[in-house]
């Protein structure tokens, strides 16, 4: 059967099904005894076995088979719920992620997940796990053998054996580095360097990529094949800086060979067969196949999926039906035929409508880009030793689709700094009168034409004093200028290319790294971001939003006979001045605009339009802003408010000057957008 077709489904379900499991996962951290919440999850990871199973996925299958496993024996209160066995099921479910993002991108889905499957197993037989390490540690209560920190694959062991055979030591060493190291990935870096100095290593735990990423607490551990003892190369891994205490275990043949036997034999009971005659498999198969399997999970929604390119192909041919219906408008004036100006208001109406649907079905919830901050969350607390409680509210709240494809970035990073800059450890908060627990809300809401998202924590807030020192000393502003900028003229400067990374000791210290890219990138979508903070109560950061940039509201002027359109998102205010009133600064003509110089820009020069010799006495001005900057566009006359359809000029216009799209007008006309970006220097 051929299952390509079948593929675009088989990943948008499996991402579903995985986000289900990472929140139901967290609910579960929050209530260990509630069953109900263990078989949300079961059954999230038995539709995706089934799943992946039918469509050949076999490392997928593996893997969801035996968190099914577990998951069962939770349910049927053989296993208890602890916060090691939840990292381990927080890691398989991370893996699986990874294997259906590899598939997304036109991998074969394959990846070793031997580490955690063979944990994942040790758990369904009984073992306990110790929850006072960083790294996982099993334990057989059935028997007194000596923690296992690693399972090894059957090159590995060839390995280990010949060595021992030609008279090499086996080590298998565990490094804990200090809880103040700074640079993880270095430290690793100088131990490895070391230990090849005096032998093989054979493996590490977590694997090299992970350890480059420090993606772990402070403990790894290296299996090395050397001739030194383990007194020595104790001692030579301690020379190197930060590293907290060094274990040097000697790796037995013996046992070791117990626990391959055990690891090979659990690894062939979970390994699902893919053969006809397996009726079990064979059902699920039959029941979980993709191109049913959205009438069993999607069919009482009465929902479809539909590619966001159909959507924009089927927003395409509306346009060129508004031309049409534009230039019926026209004919109909013109001939004022009573039957044919009805059908045709009557059309106008309709059209209308269908917009309208067309622009809705592009609208997405936010809760798309939401739903995978707790999981963010809850390992950034652990990490940094914090208490944090995540409220999300208004997730149902809809975005147009492109523009919750960009805002997912700059909400980590706005999330990241709550978390690290804004809420204090438990024990200052302690000191303060606060709970242990500190508070981050991400709020979404939609007021008039925009969605508003706020990031708002009850951490230390934000010191205004140290942010007017930073600036003077950076010569941004005077001394005497500080006292008249207000608050959230302050807290801009954060926003500010480096402004924090000069003192990382500071209140200010990180509040401001990465923030100006934070800011471009939500300004680029036609929004904004401000702040509101109090020391000692916290911050807020609040990010307004078009609901979509399909469709954006502009004014519409005419120079010459051309007409442009300017998005009102940018525009202060318009106004009519005498000539007499234009002063020259710096070969600039400039205004004085309600006590500031505002530079002016004339459209008739910028895009070189010729002009009539008709002269008069006032001139029409448009006040756009660009952050704190602000400049006055001259136009010959001010058309009017209108709601447009932003089209793209294509690639071979995309480099047009202060133009970032068109629009046709109801009659047809096109009109050029404005990009007042470009025009504020």
Do not use: W
């Not at 540690?137 to 280990?160: C, G, Q, R, W």
């Not at 001010?638 to 480099?655: A, P, R, T, W």
Request: aromatic letters at 4%; one cysteine or more.
């Amino acid at each position: 059967m051929e299952m390509d077709q079948y593929l675009e489904v088989f990943i948008e379900e499996s991402k579903e099904h995985l986000q289900s499991c990472n929140e139901h996962l967290l609910e579960l951290e929050k209530e260990p005894e509630n069953i109900s919440i263990v078989n949300e999850i079961f059954r999230s990871a038995h539709t995706l076995k089934g799943m992946s199973a039918t469509m050949g996925y076999d490392d997928l299958a593996s893997l969801t088979h035996q968190m099914e496993n577990v998951l069962d024996g939770i349910r049927n209160m053989k296993i208890n719920v602890t916060p090691s066995l939840l990292d381990i099921v927080f890691k398989a479910v991370d893996y699986l992620e990874e294997m259906i993002f590899s598939i997304a991108d036109g991998g074969d889905g394959k990846k070793d997940v031997s580490d955690v499957v063979f944990l994942l197993k040790k758990i369904e037989s009984g073992d306990v796990i110790k929850d006072d390490e960083d790294t996982p540690v099993i334990v057989n209560p059935k028997t007194e053998d000596a923690a296992i920190k690693s399972n090894y694959d059957d090159f590995e062991l060839t390995v280990i054996q010949q060595s021992k055979e030609q008279g090499f030591n086996c080590y298998e060493i565990s490094i804990v580095l200090r809880e103040d190291c700074l640079l993880k990935a270095a430290r690793v870096f100088m131990v490895f360097e070391v230990l090849e100095q005096i032998g093989e290593i054979i493996k590490s735990i977590p694997s090299v990529d992970q350890l480059e990423e420090e993606q772990f607490q402070s403990e790894f551990t290296v299996t090395l094949v050397s001739t030194e003892l383990a007194e020595n190369i104790e001692k030579r891994i301690m020379k190197v800086s930060e590293i907290d205490r060094v274990t040097v275990l000697d790796v037995q043949l013996d046992s070791l060979n117990a626990v391959t036997q055990e690891h090979l034999q659990a690894q062939a009971e979970v390994a699902p067969t893919l053969a006809v005659g397996d009726e079990q498999l064979k059902s699920e198969k039959e029941d979980q196949h993709p191109a049913r399997s959205g009438t069993k999970h999607g069919g009482n929604h009465k929902t479809i999926r539909v590619n966001i390119e159909r959507l924009d192909i089927l927003m395409n041919l509306f346009e060129e039906l508004v031309i049409d219906r534009g230039r019926l408008e026209q004919i109909s004036r013109d001939l004022n035929h009573s039957e044919l100006n009805e059908t045709v208001e009557r059309m106008s109406r309709v059209s209308g409508d269908l917009q309208n649907i067309i622009l809705t079905m592009r609208m997405v919830p936010v809760e798309t880009v939401f739903n995978r901050f707790p999981r963010m969350v809850r390992q950034l607390a652990k990490d940094l030793h914090k208490k944090i409680d995540l409220q999300i509210i208004g997730a149902e709240t809809e975005l147009d689709r492109t523009v919750i494809d960009e805002i997912g970035d700059p909400l980590v990073h706005l999330l990241r700094n709550a978390l690290d800059h804004g809420i204090e450890t438990p024990e200052i908060r302690v000191q303060n009168g606060k709970q242990e627990e500190g508070t981050v809300i991400l709020r979404a809401y939609h007021s008039g034409n925009h969605v508003f998202i706020e990031i708002e924590d009850d951490g230390a807030g934000i010191s205004r004093d140290k942010i007017i020192q930073k600036a003077i000393n950076k010569g941004l502003i005077t001394v005497k200028s500080a006292e008249t900028l207000t608050d959230s003229q302050v807290f801009d400067f954060i926003f500010s290319s480096g402004f924090s990374t000069a003192e990382k000791i500071s209140d200010v210290s990180g509040r401001g790294v990465g923030l100006d890219v934070v800011k471009n990138t939500i300004e680029s979508l036609g929004g904004s971001i401000t702040i509101q903070s109090a020391m000692g109560k916290g911050s807020v950061f609040s990010i307004q939003l078009p609901l979509t940039l399909s469709i954006i509201s502009v004014m519409l002027v005419e120079v010459q006979n051309e007409k442009f359109a300017i998005p009102l998102s940018s525009i202060i205010e318009t106004a009519i001045i005498k000539k007499r009133e234009i002063l020259h600064a710096h070969n600039q003509k400039v205004i004085d605009f309600r006590g500031k110089v505002v530079p002016l820009v004339d459209l008739k020069d910028i895009f070189e339009i010729p002009a009539d010799t008709v002269e008069d006495e006032y001139l029409s001005v448009v006040i756009v802003k660009k952050a704190d900057k602000s400049a006055g566009l001259i136009v010959d006359s001010f058309i009017g408010q209108q709601e447009i359809v932003l089209k793209s000029l294509g690639n071979y216009l995309s480099n047009v000057f202060a133009i970032s799209g068109a629009t046709i007008l109801g009659d047809g006309q096109v009109a050029l957008i404005v990009d007042c970006n470009a025009l504020i220097k």
